[in-house]
């Protein structure tokens, strides 16, 4: 038998079978029961959260031979060929590839016809939105007066982008994100049948990274059937999703509330070189403390409970809770702020430098900055000092403005290329040497001196933008050609 991917494979076929939208299942079959089944619906949601499944059911339910019935039957001819794709009478249109008037002028034609061998005919147009302007102008006149044999069913991910005239001519269903624990209790059913070999503790994990899809779900236990022999184990999951795995989370917890900033620092940059986004990042952690925080005070469910059995979370266990509350709204926070940064690395490491203080807890925190800030407006009223740790490289230098205009002309291209405990690489578009004769740059290092605690040496580094770069490219291959009296007759790109 060819093989076929778990999602296809365990598709629902009745209503029944489809978890966590009750709310819609049940108004369908009610209105199957009393004969009211409206001419057009809008199944509005997430991806992979049963949508199209739903459409299908709907479908059979209305044309089974024994229907229209709350349930379809699944086994006479017409509940067979909608589950194969080829009824005649339901037509699945994907409206990302189908978008434009001709198609919905074809539609319309087709409408006009009677279902051959069962009561309706069926259109379930998939991401409904994706439709251009007149296809949409079209499909309205249908909706308008539509045969009392047609039925209309629309999926969209994004229902804000599909009209209003349309949206008032559909009952509309918005599908919800498969909660957890459903997630969990699926994953482990279709891995009973199917006969997977899979730790517990992957389960939750595949869950919270689907994000409250199935098909996701599904998708991700599909990939590890394949990938990983014996049996399935958390951080295989986290290999497969190039997630940061617990034990890694933990250790780094621990770093920062032991102050060892420098290990955090390395993790970080570890994680960075991989090529593992850091909100992700500062993402899992939050999510981990959240775990631990909900241990501790005793609410959390028996499979995190399971997760964090082992000997290495003993110590991430004995972490206060207003401890772990304060680095987990602290993270929260510094995600925020390496979103918006253009510095991203250099963010996060001033971040986690002011976090592993901890007598500088997240209380004290803004109060601590704002004592700071007024003692020094004291001595130097004329600017104000930014922080490193918290503001952006770029938001230092407009700071610097105040410290003289030819500092902030020669700072203005610079960008943070390395921050160490004892070392900061700055990258300046001019020369260097040059920058080093501005008189205003010892200003500027004991301004970020006074801020860090510390004194980091300050290396500019020459760095030309990729234009300048370019130019000089173009130069050097304009005097070998002239050399050679050669032509260029391919061109690699090696940066
Ligand atoms: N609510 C659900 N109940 C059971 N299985 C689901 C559900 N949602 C999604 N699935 C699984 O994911 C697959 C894709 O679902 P689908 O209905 O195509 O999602 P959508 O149309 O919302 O993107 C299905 O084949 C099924 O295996
Ligand atoms: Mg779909
Ligand atoms: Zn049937």
Not at 64 to 79: D, L, Q, V, Y
Request: aromatic share 6%; hydrophobic share 35%.
């Amino acid at each position: 038998m060819n093989y076929q991917v778990l999602s296809r494979k365990w598709r629902p076929q009745f209503f029944r079978e489809v978890v966590g939208q009750e709310h819609v299942v049940l108004t369908l079959q009610n209105a199957i029961k009393r004969g009211r089944v409206g001419h057009a619906y809008l199944f509005s949601g997430p991806r992979g959260v049963g949508k199209t499944t739903t459409a299908r059911i709907l479908a059979k339910a209305l044309n089974c031979k024994k229907g229209p019935a709350p349930e379809p039957c699944n086994e006479c001819g017409n509940c067979k060929s909608i589950t194969e794709g080829r009824s005649m009478d339901v037509l699945e249109i994907d409206g990302a590839s189908h978008r434009g008037v001709e198609e919905v002028r074809a539609l319309r034609e087709n409408v006009k016809f009677s279902p051959t061998s069962s009561l309706y005919k069926v259109y379930i147009i998939d991401e409904v939105h994706m439709l251009t302007n007149e296809a949409f102008n079209a499909l309205l006149k249908t909706l308008e007066e539509p045969p009392e044999h047609v039925r209309f069913i629309f999926a969209t991910t994004s229902p804000h982008k599909v009209p209003l005239t349309i949206l008032s001519r559909c009952q509309r269903f918005d599908f919800h994100k498969i909660p957890l624990k459903l997630l969990v209790e699926t994953l482990k059913n279709v891995s009973q049948r199917e006969n997977i070999k899979i730790a517990e503790g992957a389960f939750l994990r595949i869950a919270r990274i689907s994000d409250g899809s199935l098909r996701d779900a599904e998708s991700i236990l599909d990939q590890l059937v394949s990938y990983v022999e014996g049996e399935i184990q958390e951080k295989d999951v986290d290999y497969l999703m190039g997630k940061v795995g617990r034990e890694h989370l933990s250790e780094f917890i621990l770093y920062l509330e032991k102050g060892e900033i420098g290990k955090c620092w390395s993790k970080v940059e570890e994680l960075s070189q991989e090529g593992k986004p850091l909100e992700g990042f500062l993402d899992d952690c939050g999510e981990f403390l959240k775990d631990v925080l909900f241990l501790k005070i005793g609410i959390g469910d028996s499979e995190t409970r399971n997760l964090l059995q082992g000997e290495i979370y003993r110590e991430i266990r004995n972490i206060r809770e207003e401890r772990l509350i304060e680095l987990m709204e602290n993270l929260v926070e510094l995600r925020e702020r390496v979103r918006r940064s253009d510095t991203p690395l250099l963010t996060l490491e001033a971040g986690l430098a002011r976090l592993s203080r901890k007598e500088a807890g997240a209380v004290k925190v803004k109060k601590d900055k704002a004592e700071k800030a007024e003692k020094v407006e004291e001595q130097r009223p004329e600017a104000k000092p930014p922080s490193p740790q918290e503001d952006s490289w770029e938001q230092v230098v407009k700071e610097v403005k105040k410290l003289g205009n030819l500092l902030y002309a020669v700072l203005k291209g610079s960008k943070v290329r390395e921050m160490k405990e004892d070392k900061i690489v700055i990258a300046m578009p001019c020369n260097a040497a040059y920058f080093n004769t501005i008189p205003q740059k010892d200003k500027l290092s004991a301004w970020i001196k006074g801020k860090l605690g510390k004194e980091p040496e300050f290396i500019f580094r020459e760095e030309k933008s990729k234009k300048e770069k370019k130019a000089k490219y173009d130069k050097i291959v304009e005097e070998a050609m002239r050399l050679f009296n050669a032509k260029v007759v391919r061109k690699e790109n090696n940066g």
